[in-house]
């Protein structure tokens, strides 16, 4: 699938970016609704997800959890361990900058050295180029602590 496409899809939520011609055939929903699941999940597979992205949802599922429990039981402890989670949620988020699709596009060109084609690049491809430049980063990251 061009990266273009899963743009679209990531940005609208509309799934009829899944076919290759947007206007073609008319699917039912609940069929590009399975594609997407399936694609969606193989892209996990193969490029997992982000360590502050796990620790985002497991600090979420704990805050949950936390206030649950004082919903439940009333114990006030309860409602203040929530609150602290909530404090680290929250610090963990000034640290996330939005960027956009097309600045990552503008650094990966930049760093690489050519143009991305959005509509020819496929996902498999963009994601590989987005781990090597993080893979080199980590690496100059390390020599500039050590040296």
Request: aromatic share 12%.
């Amino acid at each position: 699938m061009p990266i273009y496409n899963w743009f679209q899809i990531n940005t609208t939520g509309n799934l009829t970016w899944l076919r290759k011609e947007p206007r073609s055939k008319v699917e039912k929903s609940h069929e590009l609704n399975l594609r997407w699941e399936e694609l969606y999940d193989e892209f996990i597979d193969t490029f997992g997800l982000a360590r502050e992205f796990i620790k985002l949802i497991k600090l979420k599922q704990k805050y949950i959890k936390q206030l649950s429990d004082f919903c439940i039981f009333g114990d006030r402890f309860k409602l203040t361990l929530a609150e602290l989670t909530k404090a680290e949620i929250d610090e963990l988020m000034l640290g996330v900058e939005e960027i956009s699709d097309f600045d990552t596009i503008i650094m990966i060109e930049q760093s690489l050295g050519f143009k991305i084609d959005t509509r020819k690049t496929t996902v498999y491809e963009y994601y590989h180029y987005l781990n090597h430049l993080s893979k080199e980063n980590k690496k100059k990251q390390r020599s500039v602590k050590n040296g």
